[in-house]
């Protein structure tokens, strides 16, 4: 089906709300110009535009069914005495173009594995996005060190880099910048900072998968870069995780942490162990599915992006309408999500909840952003219990209260929506529907604002 094309006026109000960027210049193509003016909400009793279905997630390829019965039949079904997770690792490292790859139970081990490594310890302070799963800052408390927030650009959704430099006290160690959705930060702009003031940098690229930075895959542009392979996520392994490096010492040492502290490459156990570690290991039957499951990752993305940056150009055109800015440097972009922000004041101030309605209602699933969670509980949970209040003083958390404001942030969490990164890959008439939908609940603004 047909989109409708926007008058130059109605186009501007979308503009002046903010800048628009994406990563390849469209041609002027023809756009149809259906309008929704005359037909009813589905929300309201009417149609919906979007009658049929959305694909699946996860998909599987029914090869890996004899490989796993195969596995299981050995009995054989631990990294101790197996070959497959070692196997994953090399071919991890090779499609992402790293030297190592450590294999681990989950992102969130993964992201505990590495902050060790490189030294996070207790009463240290770690820089972090603060637009990111739970399980993100999560793994700096495991440390007992404190996350300190970095605000978000409003218009890339990521750790905005002029912002880093005020937040490092003598405490700081590391940061910890999230590529969210699969969008690349400007990690030359993170590692300029990190390295005038001698910290780590571990990348969260638990969302993304093969995702580029002028070129180079995320994950391989810092200390350590981190991956999730939870049912979700673009490579999906039921549960599973992994740390790449490029150092050869340091991934030895992520091994033997991550392996209960047990003696790994060249070092010699001189008596017990070299060093305290936990069971963070990925075991036979994960590495057979995420093994299968990489092989289609590349030709997914290319979907998603395809489909992405066709949604962009489309969408762009609506009123209140912003698509997602890449940031300097972002070369590719994977989109675990679609995300973009929606602007109440060009839809007759319908809060964002009404408008999701008023969408899904549709037959188009969305879901919002990531709450403001720099004012969760948690935080003050942590900062009363017993072990927070012997590492840090009142001074310095009171210091993080009054620094815990964050406007970039707020501004994405309170605008943000989304679509699941399944329904990227739908069929282009899938994607007007998307586009449709929205036009639809445009067009019939009064109306729904009258509801
Ligand atoms: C999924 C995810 C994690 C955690 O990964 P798990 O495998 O679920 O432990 C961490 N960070 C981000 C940004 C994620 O999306």
Known sequence: MKTRKFTRREVIVTASAGAVGSMINWPLSSIGSPSFAKEKLALLGGEKVHKGTWPDWPVWDQTVEKEIVDMFRTGRWWRGTGEHVEVFEKKYAEMMGARRCLATASGTTALITALEVLGVDAGDEVLVSPYTFIATYNSIFFHKALPVFVDTDPETFLMDPSKIEAKITDRTVAI??????????????????????????????????????????????????????????????????????????????????????????????????????????????????????????????????????????????????????????????????????????????????????????????????????????????????????????????????????????????????????????????????????????YENRNELAKS
């Open 176 to 441: 910890l910048p999230v590529h969210i959705y699969g969008m690349p930060v400007d990690m030359d702009g993170v590692n300029k900072v990190a390295k005038a003031h001698n910290l780590k940098v571990v990348e969260d690229a638990c969302q993304a998968w093969l995702a580029e930075y002028r070129g180079k895959k995320t994950g391989t542009l810092a200390d350590l870069g981190c991956f999730s392979f939870q049912n979700s996520k673009h490579i999906p392994g039921g549960e599973g995780g992994a740390i790449l490096g490029n150092d050869d010492d340091i991934m030895d040492k992520a091994n033997s942490i991550h392996n209960c502290g047990r003696p790994y490459g060249k070092m010699k156990p001189v008596q017990g162990y070299p060093y305290r570690g936990g069971n963070f290991r990925m075991q036979q039957s994960q590495a057979l599915i995420l093994m299968s499951q990489m092989k289609r990752a590349q030709k997914d993305n290319d979907i998603r992006l395809d489909n992405a940056l066709y949604l962009d150009k489309k969408l762009k055109e609506i009123p209140g309408i912003i698509p997602v800015k890449p940031a300097n440097g972002a070369t590719r972009a994977v989109y675990h999500l679609y995300p973009f922000r929606y602007k109440k004041e060009a839809f007759n101030n319908i809060p964002k909840e009404k408008f999701m309605k008023a969408v899904a209602a549709e037959g188009v699933p969305i879901t919002g952003g990531y709450g403001k969670q720099n004012k969760d509980l948690l935080f003050e949970e942590a900062f009363n219990s017993r072990g927070y209040k012997r590492l840090f003083s009142e001074e310095r958390l009171k210091k993080w209260r009054d620094e815990n404001n964050l406007p970039g942030n707020d501004q994405v969490c309170d605008e943000v929506l989304s679509f699941y990164q399944s329904i990227l890959l739908g069929s282009k008439a899938d994607m007007d529907d998307i586009v449709n939908a929205i036009t639809k609940v």
